[in-house]
């Protein structure tokens, strides 16, 4: 069965890094689109970054430009999310989700890891 | 960006009664090429991941309940769940996967009264 498994939320302080994790299994990671969605605490969804599935096109929420990078390493089936220069305002839980094959809904999502931004 | 907002914030209903819920996109996500409405919903439980429960608008996904029906086209959606059950006790938000940032509504809270 599909599993994405998210690992590497802690707490940090503000103008720190972190880098996340997602560890893909039971479907056909080399094809696959991947997303990252983020949700503060008591918050909404937001969509952060999407990566195509040979890892050469990559889109960005606008506050998070600059700063995150997404990436992947087809060999292992892991995706990557690299977080710069973190604010308090990017404190989230932080869930990895598969593109829909052919479609572009999320239909997979791990169980979030959560990032904390406290000084 | 395309802006999804939803409404209301939040309702009640009655066991067995029916929940309408309404997703507005600030610019049509209808693309013309293949008649398709880029629109999912999605359900997210306390303390779960969310999870997709219809795509291209009005598309259920393989085992999600019949009693959940989405519909709509262009700018306005929405999502109408019959017989509402003690399970579907839920925050509810629509996404639109026209462009990027695949924006989200701001979620729909549903609750029994």
């Known amino acids: 069965q599909v599993q994405l498994v998210e690992s590497g939320g802690s707490v940090v302080q503000p103008g720190r890094s972190l880098k996340l994790s997602c560890a893909a299994s039971?479907?056909?990671?080399?094809?696959?689109?991947m997303h990252w969605v983020r949700q503060a605490p008591g918050k909404g969804l937001e969509w952060v970054a999407v990566i195509s599935s040979d890892g050469r096109n990559e889109f960005y929420i606008d506050s998070v430009k600059g700063r995150f990078t997404i990436s992947r390493d087809n060999s292992k089936n892991t995706l990557y999310l690299q977080m710069n220069s973190l604010r308090v305002e990017d404190m989230a839980v932080y869930y990895c989700?598969?593109?829909?094959?052919?479609?572009?809904?999320?239909?997979?999502w791990g169980q979030g890891t959560l990032v904390t931004v406290s000084s | 960006d395309i802006v999804m907002t939803q409404s209301p914030d939040s309702l009640a209903v009655s066991l067995g009664e029916r929940a309408t819920i309404n997703c507005k996109s600030s610019q049509s996500v209808l693309y013309s090429s293949n008649n398709k409405n880029y629109v999912a919903w999605y359900q997210q439980k306390p303390g779960q991941p969310p999870k997709l429960i219809i795509c291209?608008?009005?598309s259920r996904e393989s085992g999600v309940p019949d009693r959940f029906s989405g519909s709509g086209s262009g700018t306005d959606f929405t999502l109408t769940i019959s017989n509402v059950q003690a399970e579907d006790v839920a925050v509810y938000y629509c996404q639109q996967y026209y462009s990027t940032p695949r924006t989200f509504g701001q979620g729909t809270k549903l609750e029994i009264k």
């Open positions: 039971g479907f056909t990671f080399t094809t696959s689109v």
């Open positions: 291209w608008a009005s």
């Open positions: 989700a598969r593109d829909l094959p052919l479609a572009g809904a999320l239909d997979y």
